[in-house]
């Protein structure tokens, strides 16, 4: 069936680069995404990448798709401790229903001063 | 400003009773969602709603009730058959053109 696998936790220094990396399993995606949740909130979207892009950059944020792999990553430029947030992978479900996303567990971004 | 609108924030409940979490939503968007997360796990989705009058059950729909009487409102009851209901709520609604998930602030859930 589909899955989205995150690993739960990752740790930087202010000023260094974060790595947050993704699996999944659905080939037929046609977009994935990358939420941002602060304490208490709701999520937000940070960006979402095409399935036919190799990768996409936003000021400090890269997002690099491999879909040979089914590998999605997301890299943040000159970490903030105000970026110390949840991270969430998602994917568009085969089934196509495109706003019935398959949520990864999350990663827990924290930033070190 | 558009968005949604998620209330309580936190809802303090005794076993056996029921609870209803409201979302309303500014955006005009056709489709509603709930998702519930639980520390550690990723969202996963209780009802959805693609138009007025009409929902679906999504992976953990048991415990649940929803409606979807106005475009713009999409309450979820956590009913006292809902064994473990402690958790976190998300609304969200998209368009369906992108897939893009626009949530609220999320209601916490505390049975005591």
Not at chain 2, 45 to 66: M, P, R, T, W
Not at chain 2, 73 to 87: G, I, Y
Request: charge should be negative; glycine fraction near 8%.
């Amino acid at each position: 069936g589909e899955d989205v696998e995150q690993s739960l936790f990752l740790s930087v220094r202010e000023g260094d680069s974060s790595v947050i990396n993704c699996t999944y399993t659905d080939s037929s995606s046609t977009y994935l995404y990358w939420y941002k949740q602060e304490p208490g909130a709701g999520l937000q979207l940070l960006t979402y990448i095409f399935s036919n892009m190799d990768m996409k950059q936003d000021q400090r944020l890269t997002v690099l798709l491999n879909k040979k792999d089914k590998h999605l990553s997301l890299r943040i430029a000159d970490t903030q401790t105000g970026d110390s947030a949840i991270y969430f992978c998602a994917e568009t479900p085969s089934s196509g229903n495109t706003g019935k996303l398959i949520f990864g567990q999350g990663t827990t971004l924290q930033v070190k001063p | 400003d558009g968005g949604i609108t998620q209330s309580p924030k936190y809802l303090f409940r005794k076993e056996g009773q029921n609870v209803t979490l409201s979302c309303e939503q500014n955006l005009n968007h056709d489709a509603m969602y709930w998702y519930r997360q639980d520390p550690g796990q990723g969202l996963r989705l209780i009802y959805y709603s693609q138009i007025v009058n009409d929902f679906q059950k999504g992976d953990i729909a048991e415990g649940y009730s929803v409606s979807r009487e106005k475009k713009e409102s999409f309450p979820l009851t956590v009913t006292s058959a809902q064994k473990n209901p402690t958790a976190f709520y998300l609304c969200a609604s998209s368009t369906q053109y992108t897939g893009e998930l626009f949530f609220g602030e999320g209601s916490r859930l505390t049975v005591l």
